[in-house]
């Protein structure tokens, strides 16, 4: 008979050891000394839970590890048992098997590096991470931009570029953005490491440590990583079908007021949101009337595929209170690193001493590949190219989430951008609660709640349709939905167990 009153004198609470760990090392050492034999029924894992005063998700964890390591087996409706006589096979015998196991991602900085690391796990179809789809990278353009640079500029290309940004490719953004409506000079445009460094400048230049960084709630994650990285305090503000709720918004900013608002108008990350023009406008007479920059990130601005394209925040500002971040990383590739910011006067030194300071310059090789893929028409084609691809991929991903996903889950139609934001049922396992068994299945995505600022959305997932190829995102769904179920007839026994 299992006893788990037992394994409350040999938790470790304060040790380095997570606690669902030394569970499964606990359950594993009961089964391998004979005192839990095949076909023992364990607790329900609330249950379990309650009585070792730890938290669910240890147990609903350990459970899942020891299932997928073929020590548990879980018969749908009936619970959870010791397994037959397999329990030495199927990684079992491998000590190490724990070692490289999942962990449940729920701080911003272990989710972005869990989830890059769930992306590469061979085997496993991650919907977690935020690139568009892989198959389509621009190997071959790429390459020969690389080799024509160095025919054409030779050591040139590898030496320090300045810090501003390699000349004609500041001049090609400008060229760029003016047909988003965006008016200004190349001087005004600097070149970043990717978009997330052009985020990462400005609240370096703008903010110091303890200032307030008003966001929409939830947001995306890279920026909840810098804030705290920065030692700014962030405080998120509730969206709507529109974006973000501009009554709270003018509230806080009244009580607190902050020192930069951060947006994504076009296809929020990770809601899908798109702020129609009046809200725009709208948020732009309030950060003039109460002088607060805004920070805006356009990285999915160009990858709609469907409904009419809407102005960028920065094209309709007339009184200089926008900062534009965007990149050419969703457009195209990640691997290049390219991103620009857009500013006027008073920011743009203070910015160009913070890049120069964080790594100098961007590459000067990638600017110039860059540089020629924009004169190329590379990049125009390569966009087209991937917006149709999204829209087949969103489809897919719609079709499969209505077959798939447990009934009550709900989610968004985007218009564009890569993501899919689905709130699973509250009656089920929680986003965390379902990760390691999805892992386990053989998919990966990203935790809601990870994107609040104040742990909210437990129930929410966010799925990259665009990465993966059609049939990859079919299975990908079939599997969520098997992970879910196996773990809902846990859930559903709980209510009836008798064991404790
Ligand atoms: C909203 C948003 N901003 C910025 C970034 C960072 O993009 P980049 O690869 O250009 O640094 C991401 C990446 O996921 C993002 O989703």
């Known amino acids: 008979m299992f006893n788990p009153s037992k394994l409350a004198i040999s938790l470790d609470r304060e040790g380095e050891e997570p606690i669902y760990r030394q569970l499964i090392r606990y359950i594993r050492a009961q089964i391998e000394s004979g005192e839990l034999l095949p076909g023992t029924r364990l607790p329900a894992s609330r249950d379990l839970a309650k009585q070792l005063n730890i938290s669910r998700i240890s147990v609903v964890n350990a459970y899942a590890e020891l299932r997928a390591q073929g020590f548990l087996s879980a018969h749908a409706g009936r619970g959870t048992f010791i397994a037959g006589d397999n329990h030495n096979g199927n990684g079992a015998s491998n000590g190490n098997n724990h070692a490289s ?116 709630n939830p947001t995306y994650l890279g920026m909840i990583d810098i804030a705290r990285t920065r030692r700014v305090q962030l405080h998120g503000i509730s969206l709507d079908e529109d974006g973000i709720r501009l009554d709270m918004l003018e509230n806080f900013i009244l009580d607190h007021h902050p020192k930069l608002i951060y947006v994504m108008p076009t296809f929020q990350n990770p809601t899908g949101t798109v702020m129609p023009l009046h809200r725009r406008r709208q948020l732009l007479n309030l950060a003039n009337e109460y002088k607060i920059p805004i920070l805006e990130d356009a990285v999915y601005h160009e990858l709609r595929f469907e409904g009419e394209s809407l ?9 200089g209170m926008v900062i534009h971040a965007s990149g050419f990383t969703k457009m195209m590739l990640p691997g290049i690193r390219i991103g620009y910011l857009i500013t006027d006067g008073p920011h743009y030194e203070r910015l160009v001493r913070v890049k120069q300071a964080a790594d100098i310059a961007t590459s000067g090789l990638n600017q110039r590949a860059m540089h020629l893929m924009l004169e190329r028409g590379v990049m125009a084609q390569q966009l087209e190219r991937n917006n149709r691809e999204l829209l087949r991929r ?9 077959r798939h996903l447990p009934p009550g889950s709900k989610w968004n139609v985007p218009q564009g951008g890569l993501y899919l934001w689905v709130q699973l049922p509250k009656t089920g396992p929680s986003a965390a609660e379902l990760y390691v068994s999805a892992v386990q299945a053989g998919v990966a995505y990203a935790i809601g709640s990870v994107f609040y600022t104040n742990s909210c959305g437990g129930h929410r997932i966010r799925i990259n349709y665009g990465v993966n190829k059609p049939a990859d995102i079919e299975e990908g769904f079939k599997r969520l939905g098997r992970a879910w179920r196996e773990l809902a007839c846990d859930y559903a026994d709980i209510e009836k167990s008798p064991l404790l």
């Open 101 to 216: 196991a999942p962990e449940t991602p729920t701080t911003p900085d272990r989710s972005i590096r869990e989830m890059m690391r769930m992306a590469r796990k061979p085997g496993v179809i991650s919907f977690s991470q935020g690139s568009p789809p892989t198959d389509f990278f621009p190997v071959r353009h790429l390459r020969d931009a690389i080799t024509t640079v160095l025919d054409r500029d030779g050591a040139r290309a590898l030496g320090y570029e300045v810090a501003e940004g390699y000349a004609p490719l500041r001049a090609a953004v400008r060229d760029y953005v003016s047909a988003l409506g965006i008016r200004c000079n190349a001087d005004q445009v600097l070149i970043t490491g990717g978009t997330q460094q052009a985020l990462d400048l400005v609240v370096q230049a703008l903010l110091s440590e303890n200032d307030i960084l008003v966001t929409e």
């Open 311 to 319: 102005p960028p925040l920065k094209a309709l500002d007339d009184n």
């Open 394 to 402: 969103r489809d897919v991903a719609l079709s499969s989430a209505a």
